[in-house]
């Protein structure tokens, strides 16, 4: 099976048309990443291109009439490239809950965490006067979990679930800034 990230980033081109869903993407492959290292040992290439690719099918299903395909399309595409792995598509689905399929070990746990931190971060971000996320502390990250009304589209129990991995959600949401900061230009932010 092919792992290539290039390729995978083609993929991304291919089938995400939503520029904020690309971006994301890039966000939650860099905190895969970070939390692969922090979990060593662990396939760090493994977890960062699946970040990258766990909302490809983004563009392609209603999710209003069926929640529950979110993911497993991406699986179906995956899978007819003969892209991935079983570990890559057990770990889209689980990100999903709608799809049935549960968070079963580490690398499954560290995207179905790492998806929600980084439009919340996002989100705390556009609130500063200089819409900079090099101006975010991580204090004001802690703080905005307990404000259920900012955001409140981000996933406050699937944030927390990093908890599960041995990763305090202080150090959880460090570690998920500095990835994202290291890649500000990408973002936009
Ligand atoms: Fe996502």
Not at 13 to 30: G, L
Not at 64 to 75: A, E
Not at 122 to 144: E, F, G, H, Q, W
Not at 158 to 174: C, D, H, L, V, Y
């Amino acid at each position: 099976m092919n792992i290539d990230r290039n390729t995978a980033v083609d993929l991304l081109n291919k089938y995400v048309v939503t520029e904020h869903i690309k971006t994301h993407s890039f966000a939650v492959e860099a905190v895969m990443r970070a939390l692969a290292k922090r979990l060593s040992p662990q396939d760090v290439d493994l977890w960062g291109i699946t970040g990258l690719l766990h909302d490809l099918d983004n563009d392609l299903v209603d999710w209003k009439s069926d929640m529950s395909l979110h993911g497993k399309r991406t699986v179906k595409i995956l899978k007819e490239l003969e892209f991935g792995n079983e570990a890559m598509y057990n770990a889209i689905l689980a990100h999903n809950p709608a799809t049935g399929k549960k968070v079963e070990n580490v690398f499954e746990n560290a995207l179905y965490s790492g998806d929600p931190i980084t439009g919340f971060i996002n989100a705390i971000t556009l609130v500063y006067p200089d819409k900079k996320i090099a101006s975010v502390k991580v204090k004001s990250i802690v703080k905005r979990m307990k404000e259920t009304r900012f955001a409140a589209g981000a996933n406050r129990e699937a944030m927390w679930a990093i908890e599960n991995t041995g990763i305090k959600f202080e150090e959880f949401a460090q570690l998920s800034l500095d990835a994202m900061k290291e890649i500000s230009d990408v973002l936009g932010l």
